[in-house]
Nanobody, 124 residues
């Protein structure tokens, strides 16, 4: 069993930065891929970024490419989402998810475990 807790969300002005953290419990976390997704009111959950268990391979959605970076520290059982040049359209609840790697890493149903989410609000 893996439990995930997101932190680091908040209110930031457009152009600003935030770093989200996804802290995990469970000894199998370090062998799992981790994804970040976001969901804005009235919209479907959207893929943001993913990282394989080793941290060597990362994937980022086109909408955030060049602005967001995903990384992980398996010694700390934590995955990070560094967000820069934030825009109002980045406003959403951000979720981290964990599961064994699949080529469909961009699909929410590829992940078995989810956190409760952290709110990110970008003001214009």
């Amino acid at each position: 069993q893996v439990q995930l807790v997101e932190s680091g969300g908040g209110l930031v002005q457009a152009g600003g930065s935030l770093r989200l953290s996804c802290s995990a419990s469970g000894r199998t976390f370090s062998s799992m891929a981790v994804g970040w997704f976001r969901q804005a009111p009235g919209k479907e959950r959207e893929f943001v970024a993913a990282v394989t268990w080793s941290g060597v391979n990362t994937y980022v959605a086109d909408s955030v490419k060049g602005r967001f970076t995903i990384s992980r520290d398996n010694l700390k059982n934590t995955v990070y989402l560094q967000m820069g040049s934030l825009k109002p359209e980045d406003t959403a609840v951000y979720y981290c998810a964990a599961g064994y790697y699949r080529s469909t890493y961009y699909r929410p149903d590829s992940y078995n475990y989810w956190g409760q989410g952290t709110q990110v609000t970008v003001s214009s």
